[in-house]
């Protein structure tokens, strides 16, 4: 491509390019190959049998990381071929930060979360953010500094006082896209405005539901809950489903809902068979939810559409408290969904006091911030760390348990599951292997994990 060579990263933005896969012809006429351009998915041609297979694949203008995964198959050469061809271009500290939170927007949290990305090349590893609020214009006498960490920032409880306006900004160095030069950057100034968050309503401690008034409140609320399992419903068991990057979304009520209209959709094809074993378990009522989300690499980029579905994610457990305060909370995601229930948990203390009780378990498959040799590992992953690893802290996971109705205490409620090759997880070579965990052995093991917190 234009003379790139893969591992490569220039300087400048390119340009709208087009780079063309040649495969070799087909032995059998049986053979096809695969091509995936950074995550999407895969689109395949079937080989010539006379000569060689040229496939163009476009790439659009800008900056930023971009990955072209091939795979030729199906024909009498035995095991599939892949090969990944890996390029960049553009330099972090020369583009704009993009925060999470629109110039002068409302929080909508008691304990804002902020974040930034570039709108060109992606921040490298190593690099280190450091966030400032103030309430002063200029940013004098700052009210909160961050440590240096690649990491968003909540700020502290009790910060804020609520209607008033406050100016932040980040700070960025660490190494250059291009030779590792250290380089540093720093923002613009924002503001916002602290408001409370809306879905964070006073729900009662006790979740009795006598009351034949307050049994019929929660029915009715909960009409537009529900998925895969029983049909809307305050079940025993309500299951949130996070979908992978690019997997078709469903459809919305209303655009501020945080999950999708029942019967619309919006979970991924992947673990549709995890979903299906959890959803059958006997003597248990469970239904299905797809949370509403991005699910994007560009357009809004990875961190901007992983960090919303953290933010959503928190809000639909919370209306899931305060709608069905005797329903259990599981969360199953996939691919960049398992991210997104990794960011949720990582600020767990923003969840309310029913939502907090009734979190009883998290599935992960494939996680590309997953790191090798924490607690939350299913047994026989792979031992690698995946792409983004250094967007989570070591260990942030470990922490949260329950006990199991076995009588066993603080068992780690999170399980993450990452096999060998894993494309993203592990940083492999592997797309089959990342779309492989609705198989029949994983769901045998994905069941009785979540069923331990909940019945016998």
């Not at 921040?123 to 004098?140: E, F, P």
């Not at 599981?330 to 767990?348: P, T």
Request: charged share 15%; aromatic share 8%.
């Amino acid at each position: 491509m234009n003379g790139i060579q893969s591992g490569q990263w220039q300087k400048s933005p390119l340009p709208a390019s087009t780079c063309t896969v040649t495969a070799p012809k087909s032995m059998s006429g049986a053979g096809q190959v695969s091509i995936s351009v950074d995550g999407a998915a895969e689109t395949i041609t079937p080989l010539s049998t006379s000569s060689s297979t040229a496939v163009s694949v476009s790439l659009d203008a800008g900056a930023g990381a971009h990955s072209i995964a091939t795979r030729v198959f199906g024909d009498d050469l035995g095991p599939s071929r892949n090969s990944t061809f890996d390029f960049g271009s553009g330099l972090w500290q020369n583009f704009n930060f993009v925060p999470n939170i629109a110039d002068g927007d409302n929080t909508d949290a008691d304990q804002p979360e902020l974040s930034v990305v570039t709108d060109g090349a992606l921040l490298t590893a190593g690099s280190l953010l450091q966030y400032q609020v103030s309430a002063n214009a200029d940013m004098s006498n700052p009210i909160a500094t961050s440590s240096w960490a690649l990491d968003s920032y909540v700020l502290p409880e009790g910060l804020l006082a609520t209607g008033s306006t406050y100016f932040w900004r980040v700070s960025a160095e660490g190494p250059d896209n291009y030779d590792g030069t250290q380089v540093s950057a720093t923002s613009p100034i924002w503001s916002f405005i602290a408001t409370a968050d809306p879905s964070l309503t006073t729900t009662p401690d006790s979740t009795s539901s006598s009351s034949s008034s307050s049994t019929s409140a929660k029915t009715s609320a909960s009409a537009s809950r529900g998925g895969i399992g029983q049909k809307p419903s305050c079940t025993a068991v309500v299951i949130i489903d996070v979908r992978g990057s690019n997997a078709p979304a469903g459809k919305l009520v209303k655009q501020s809902d945080n999950v999708y209209k029942f019967g619309t959709g919006g979970y991924g094809d992947v673990i549709l068979n995890d979903l299906g074993g959890l959803a059958n378990i006997k003597g248990l009522s469970v239904s299905t939810e797809a949370l509403h989300y991005p699910a994007t690499i560009v357009g809004p980029a990875y961190s901007i559409s992983a960090d919303t579905g953290g933010s959503n994610l928190r809000g639909a457990m919370n209306d899931v408290a305060n709608t069905c305060p005797n329903s259990k909370i599981w969360l199953v995601g996939h691919s960049q969904g398992a991210d997104v229930i990794s960011r949720a948990l990582r600020y767990y203390s923003l969840l309310n006091k029913t939502a907090k009780a009734n979190f009883n378990g998290a599935v992960l498959f494939g996680n590309p911030t997953y790191r090798a040799n924490e607690l939350i590992d299913a047994a026989g992953n792979g031992p690698n760390n995946g792409v983004f690893w250094q967007y989570r802290a070591n260990k942030a996971l470990d922490g949260i348990t329950r006990n199991n109705v076995y009588g066993v205490s603080d068992v780690n409620a999170v399980k993450s599951f990452c096999y060998k090759n894993d494309k993203y997880c592990q940083n492999g070579q592997s797309l089959d292997v990342h779309n492989s965990y609705g198989n029949r052995t994983t769901v045998g093991h994905v069941v009785p994990f979540l069923k331990q917190f909940v019945t016998k």
